[in-house]
């Protein structure tokens, strides 16, 4: 059977699936009878969320607290384990009060979709990769991608979601890159605040993860990170901070991996101080998988659930530390307040979710203007694109099963595709550490804009064939992957599986080259120079072959600009080589965070994280942060500052022939005081231009990007002093700057 034939079946299932359950859970919703608040005055919706959780505590007993901040096991995600009677078969599950008309908890791993859902026959919308929507530096596309997300999730019966990455690029070879938005704070925090408020907008409990330097797979549960409090402040806690106060989540998700010699989960500074205290976090935090290593420490240092649950330090021995005065009540009960508080304040007490089946097909639109948005174009020589439909007398297209799909993420990120892997099609669910293709082709949209020309795939797989056919073309497309999952890192920002001289071969062979990188991250390019084009598409999801179709025909002008630098190779990044790499490499293909003894990884860049590193280095990259072309250009002119109003003013111009989008980015140098050597962005905008018009554009200055975080003090302190105001295409292409005077 073709896979468009179990595409269309499965579009027929999912239609009278969802008709029958529809109708099972409009019936179940009529039959639920309304609660009685006089016997149950915290179903009152006119209190707030903190009261109706105060009202709850206070009537709950002993066990029935223990029964909320304890998860039940790991179901299905892992082969035997127990399943709970109210579980959703999701990632997680904590029970509810029934006798108080709480319901459980259902979690949901949804980093970029919903995941575990084929074993059941439910399926959902495969968004771009979370680093792919960064790259749109879109806002209101982050709001649309949680929006989308959220309602599939309720679909499915789940309340909350465990999505929600923040943790910012510090290692490029991170195997979860995917997942978050880049390597600066104010733009990943931007980013997936707006996503997660999306999904809170749902009626869906909101989550941001990892809390916190969870920025590599290796040795993930035993690596020591060590840095100083100022630059913990000033980058990935910074992201934290941004994406928290937008989106004012439900759970914060604490990481595996140890902090200045403490668990990220059971660490008093991170949790209690920072995060409830400074941040003024009101919700609860939640561990990781296994991420929960004590039941008195953990609890006093600020976790408020333990997940899964079968390590048992949340359950008889907290309800004993209770009972012995290790842990306070008044510290088991704010565990509470906290759970119950965001489940009132998300709605899913008053309006539980009532599971359907997802069409995954009907997100499909809202995916493909998230992947427009998202795919990045790097290099256009001579103008090779947009390409002409009639133009190309013949396409030799070449590598990546593009005949059949996309790339995706793997890991508690991986969506089941519809009618299994695109490039093994197998009914059923993901296996682990398998890639997978969705059924997405490059190869048929290409075609479809291109119906004239003669246009033939190849695997790639045999370098001499794949070079013949691109000297016998006028043109040579060639896709490139980096498949990247949770449990392991990259090795080296190399391509693997010798795809460096499959390219350099098809080059050789014909000059008119255009690489089309699938990649969870940034990747070194050795032959850059020598191709025509080059469009880097992440993983853009289940509308990934139209957008990118859209874009290399020039239907869709490319506006996407990089959220991560990408070096030149390994040696320019601040570890070489990724520290604890040497012990994970001795059994290839593993999940290598359970291969690595303990170790310490002192992070002696601190807050020069991506472009601010090669800026104080001095070291020229190979496409630097913000960086992106498009088929038109644009001019700026006019940058002034308001310094009462701390507001920088400047113009953009559409200088081209055709209309785009331009992302104007401000960046500032902050005074001499502040000791650093480096720019920081603070700023940006998407403008959209028609041919030869002209935009003026007035951004305000947010107090907090332009701070530093003084130790001494324990707060941020905006400097007086002059600070140098940049505006233009690129943290490497600043054309205007001007200065901003704050007064002592």
């Known amino acids: 059977m073709q896979f468009s034939e179990i595409s269309k079946g ?31 005055p915290w179903m009152n919706p006119e209190l707030s969320p903190d009261q109706r959780a105060d009202m709850v505590v206070k009537e709950m007993t002993l066990d029935e607290k223990m029964k909320l901040v304890q998860g039940t096991g790991w179901g299905v995600l892992r082969e035997g384990g127990p399943i709970a009677p109210g579980s959703n078969f999701g990632a997680g599950y904590a029970e509810g009060i029934p006798r108080l008309g709480i319901p459980g908890i259902n979690e949901a791993d949804s980093a970029v979709g919903v995941r575990m859902a084929a074993y059941q026959s439910r399926y959902a919308t495969l968004f771009p990769s979370t680093l792919g929507a960064a790259s749109s530096w879109d806002p209101t596309s982050a709001l649309l991608y949680g929006t989308v997300l959220g309602r599939e ?45 999306g999904v809170l907008g749902q009626k869906v409990m909101s989550d941001i993860k990892h809390y916190a330097f969870n920025d590599q797979e290796t040795g993930r549960s035993v690596v020591n990170v060590l840095l100083d409090k100022k630059a913990m402040r000033e980058s990935d806690l910074l992201a934290f901070q941004v994406a928290i106060g937008i989106a004012h989540p439900s759970g914060v998700m604490c990481s595996y991996n140890l902090v200045n010699g403490d668990h990220a989960c059971e660490n008093d500074y991170l949790l209690n101080q920072v995060l409830k205290k400074d941040f003024g976090f009101k919700g609860f935090v939640l561990s990781d998988w296994e991420g929960t290593h004590s039941t008195v420490k953990a609890a006093l240092s600020g976790l408020d659930q333990d997940m899964p649950g079968d390590d048992d330090y949340f359950g008889a021995p907290l309800k004993k530390a209770v009972e012995d005065g290790q842990v306070p009540m008044s510290r088991l009960d704010d565990m509470n307040h ?24 009907t997100g499909r639109d809202a995916a493909q203007h998230i992947a427009e948005e998202s795919i990045v174009l790097l290099r256009n020589e001579d103008h090779i694109l947009p390409l002409k439909p009639g133009g190309d007398s013949s396409i030799a297209i070449i590598g990546s099963h593009a005949d059949v799909g996309v790339l995706s ?24 550490g398998v890639p997978i293709y969705f059924p997405s082709s490059p190869l048929k949209y290409i075609r479809k804009k291109s119906p004239a020309a003669s246009i033939q795939y190849i695997d790639g797989k045999d370098t001499a064939a794949a070079a013949n056919l691109a000297k016998n073309s006028t043109l040579a497309i060639v896709f490139v ?12 920002l190399s391509l693997p599986d010798n795809q460096d001289a499959l390219v ?103 807050a020069k994280v991506g472009y601010k590193w090669f800026e104080a280095t001095h070291q020229q990259p190979l496409f630097p942060f913000g960086f992106g072309l498009s088929y038109t250009s644009y001019a700026y002119s006019g940058l002034t500052v308001d310094d009462a109003a701390r507001s920088v003013h400047f113009t953009v111009k559409n200088t081209g022939e055709r209309e785009g989008t331009e992302i104007a980015e401000v960046y500032v140098k902050l005074p001499a005081a502040a000791k650093e050597d480096y720019q920081r962005l603070v700023a940006w905008e998407r403008v959209k231009l028609a041919p030869g018009e002209s935009k003026d554009v007035t951004l305000t200055l947010n107090p907090l990007y332009l701070s530093v975080f003084d130790t001494a003090k324990d707060g941020w302190q905006l400097l007086p002093g002059d600070y140098k105001v940049m505006a233009g295409t690129s943290s490497s292409d600043l054309a205007l700057d001007a200065t901003l005077h704050v007064k002592p």
């Open 504 to 606: 350099e071969a098809v080059t050789a062979a014909n000059p008119n080259t255009i690489v089309v990188l699938e990649t969870g991250g940034p990747v070194s390019m050795p032959w850059a120079n020598k191709v025509k084009g080059i469009v880097e598409m992440w993983y853009p999801g289940i509308g990934g072959a139209q957008a990118l179709a859209n874009i290399l025909f020039g239907d869709v002008n490319p506006s996407a600009k990089l959220p991560v630098t990408f070096a030149k190779d390994d040696a320019q990044l601040p570890h070489p080589v990724v520290p604890g790499l040497e012990q994970a490499t001795k059994i290839a293909g593993a999940d290598r965070h359970h291969q690595v003894k303990p170790f310490d990884l002192r992070y002696t860049e601190g």
């Open 409 to 432: 993420g793997g890991g508690s990120a991986q969506v089941d595709a519809p009618g299994g892997n695109a490039a093994d099609p197998q009914p059923g669910g993901s296996r682990w």
């Open 153 to 197: 999730l309720r679909q499915q019966g789940f309340n909350m979601t465990i999505g929600g990455g923040v943790d910012i690029t510090r290692e490029p070879r991170n195997g979860r890159n995917f997942e978050y938005a880049g390597e600066d704070p104010v733009l990943a925090g931007t980013m997936v605040g707006n996503l997660e408020k």
């Open 481 to 492: 992957t980096q498949p990247m999952r949770e449990g392991q890192d990259a090795p080296t």
């Open 10 to 40: 499965l579009r027929t299932s999912f239609l009278l699936s969802a008709c029958m359950l529809t109708a099972a859970g409009f019936g179940m919703a009529q039959a639920q009878k309304k609660p009685d608040i006089a016997k149950m």
């Open 338 to 361: 906290r759970i119950l508080r965001s489940m009132f304040a998300a709605g899913v007490i008053d309006d539980p979710p009532v599971r359907t089946v997802v069409n995954p097909f």
